[in-house]
């Protein structure tokens, strides 16, 4: 997960209860990373818990993760990792790589927590070479009208927000990732946990610069 800055207690408590999460979300992690190869950027790598997820064919995982404690978490972990992995401090909306410099990007519920979408999405597409895939897995806004309006009585007054490290709840991401020249290749939704909760729907997909 990305953030803009420090969330130290955030931080903690995600530290803390990630094993518990994997359980739901390491299959989900499983299936956003197969298949990829070369050398590939995760935005927002947290504290480290989708290393071990990678296949062998990764050549070189650059992790990026602002949080501090986070970070260092990730950095301790990448020394276990079964791929080669460089953990560096940035964040989505300026990421510390060269044009055209990956073969891939990965986002983990990621693009809820940045301050500015648009901007990340525009990085993104930036370090991609031409014809490689982002992969995503996000919280999106609800379809349902109500469950919407729920999710923007959360986020504007920051409460969410406040809350969970910067976390938004009902960013259209997807619309995000069109409007920002990506093409959805594969989607799909589904809700991780109570269909009831805020957090849902969640989407995995993969997409490339149209």
């Known amino acids: 997960m990305t953030r803009t800055g420090r969330h130290p207690i955030f931080a903690r408590v995600f530290d803390r209860t990630s094993p518990a999460m994997e359980r739901e979300v390491g299959p989900l992690r499983d299936e956003l990373l197969a298949g990829l190869t070369g050398r590939v950027v995760e935005v927002g790598a947290g504290n480290g818990t989708s290393f071990g997820h990678y296949p062998a064919t990764v050549e070189e995982l650059v992790a990026v993760e602002p949080e501090p404690y986070l970070r260092q978490r990730a950095i301790e972990r990448a020394q276990s990792a079964p791929v080669r992995t460089r953990v560096v401090d940035g964040v989505a909306e300026a990421l510390p790589l060269e044009d055209g410099s ?4 990965v986002e983990c519920i990621v693009l809820c ?69 990506f093409r959805i290749v594969e989607i799909h939704s589904f809700d991780l946990g109570p269909a009831w909760l805020h957090t849902n729907p969640h989407v995995i997909g993969r997409a490339r610069a149209a």
């Not at 990956?102 to 990007?105: K, M, Y």
């Not at 982002?134 to 729920?150: I, M, P, Q, T, Y």
């Open 113 to 181: 927590s940045v301050r500015d979408a648009g901007r990340a999405l525009a990085e993104l597409r930036r370090v991609l070479k031409p014809g490689c895939e982002l992969r995503f897995l996000e919280h999106v806004r609800s379809a349902g009208a109500r469950k919407a309006r729920l999710q923007r009585s959360l986020d504007r007054p920051r409460l969410w927000p406040r809350l969970a490290g910067g976390c938004h709840c009902g960013r259209d991401t997807v619309a995000g990732l069109e409007t920002a020249g």
């Open 102 to 105: 990956v073969d891939a990007v």
